[in-house]
Each structure stands twice: as C-alpha cells, then as structure tokens.
C-alpha cells in the first residue's frame, strides 16, 4: 500500500464528532503503551502523525487519520492503565465501546497485544467481548523486535493457546523494523477492498 495521504481529520469524545464521508475504518484496540500510534506511523511511513510517547495513557481521544482520502485508521486511547483515574477509565471504556457498538463504517479491528508477555487479563476480556458481539479481531504482537528467536516461537504459542488463534488469526509486528508490515497492509486491503 502507498499512501499518498494522510491526514488527521478529528479527535473525538462523542460520536456526533465522528467523521460523515462514509470511508470504511480500520479501528486500532490494545492496552496503554502497546504501540497503537506507533503502528500507525509504522504502517503510513510518517515518523509523528500519531503522537506517541513512553508514558502510558498518550492517546485520550478517538484520533481519525484519513488516508489516501479512501479509508480511516482510527487511534483508540488504550486500556488497563492502572494510574489513569478509575473515572477516567471508565469514560475511556464507555468511549471506545460506544465507537465500536455503533460504528457502521468499522470494517476491521486490529487487536495489539505485547508480543513480549502473554496477553494481559485486560487482552483476554477484550478479546471475549469483541468474540461476544462477533467481531473478529486481527491480532498485533506489537513490539517484536524485542524478542530473540527463540522468544518469538515461545510467545506465538502462548498467545495463540491464550487466545485460541488460527494460525491467520494474528501477526507479529514491529514498528521499529517494520516486520509483519506488508502481510498486515494485505488483509487490511482484502477485508476493506480498497
Ligand atoms: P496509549 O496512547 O497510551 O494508549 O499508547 P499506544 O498504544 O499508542 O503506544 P505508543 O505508540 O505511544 O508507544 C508506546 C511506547 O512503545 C513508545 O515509547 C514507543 O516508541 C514504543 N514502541 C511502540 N511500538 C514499538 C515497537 O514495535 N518496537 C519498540 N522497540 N518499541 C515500540
Ligand atoms: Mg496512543
């Protein structure tokens, strides 16, 4: 995929704020600090579009990034950050299940999970509620260029039995050398048929 544009068009806390040019949207879930807005900037070749930081809880609003004016990546602010207020998380979990229960123009959810740990109990509910209402979630195992060889077979398996995956069902990435890259730009150009 060449992206030839790529803009932010809102950061949004209500769904009157959401865009109205009827794109399909590819929405970006995980916990604080998993590497969404780094994945962004990863996948359209832009060092900061998305601001990204090593503090948790960067990320407070829904970000839409309008590209090659065809389709949206939408940046989601994280979950389980345990030093953001209990309020805060719960106006952050109400905002992102509104975004993802009413959205008609959602036609794919990306799910980053840390490929160095197991999926966190905040992963495993989120995979479960995104299974509840039958959305099928491509799986990120971001930050791979952390691991050695031997750490990446051994994370594979365990996130595959954790989640029970096919083997289609997720990819490792890394935002820093770009791997998993092109395989993730192919199924997202396949599921939204841009
Ligand atoms: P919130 O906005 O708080 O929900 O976080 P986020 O999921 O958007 O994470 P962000 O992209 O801001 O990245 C968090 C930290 O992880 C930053 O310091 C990034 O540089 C680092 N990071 C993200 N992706 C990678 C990766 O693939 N490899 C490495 N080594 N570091 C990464
Ligand atoms: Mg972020």
Redesign the pocket.
């Known amino acids: 995929m060449f992206i030839n544009t790529a803009e932010i068009v809102i950061s949004a806390v209500r769904p009157e704020q959401y865009p109205e040019d009827h794109l399909p949207e590819v929405v970006l879930l ?1 916990r ?8 962004i900037n990863a996948m359209i070749d832009r060092r900061d579009l998305a601001r ?3 503090q ?4 407070q609003t829904i970000n839409f990034y309008r590209l090659n004016e065809r389709f949206y990546f939408v ?1 989601m ?2 979950y389980g ?1 345990a030093k953001v207020s209990k309020k805060e998380r719960e106006r952050f979990g109400k905002m992102i299940e509104t975004y993802l229960l009413t959205r008609e123009h959602l036609k794919m959810v990306l799910l ?1 999970v840390d490929s160095r740990h197991p999926p966190t109990e905040d992963d495993v509910l989120m995979y479960r509620w995104l299974e509840y209402y039958q959305i099928k979630p491509l799986v990120i195992a ?5 691991l050695s060889k031997n750490q990446l077979s051994r994370s594979m398996k365990t996130l595959k039995d954790t989640l029970d995956l096919d083997e289609d069902g997720y990819i490792f ?4 050398t770009k791997k998993g890259k092109e395989k993730i730009w192919q199924k997202i150009e396949h599921q939204l048929q841009l």
């Open positions: 995980g604080s600090n998993v590497g969404k807005s780094s994945f990204t930081s090593s948790p809880g960067k990320t940046d602010p994280g950050y980053l971001s930050k791979s260029d952390k990435f890394s935002a820093t």
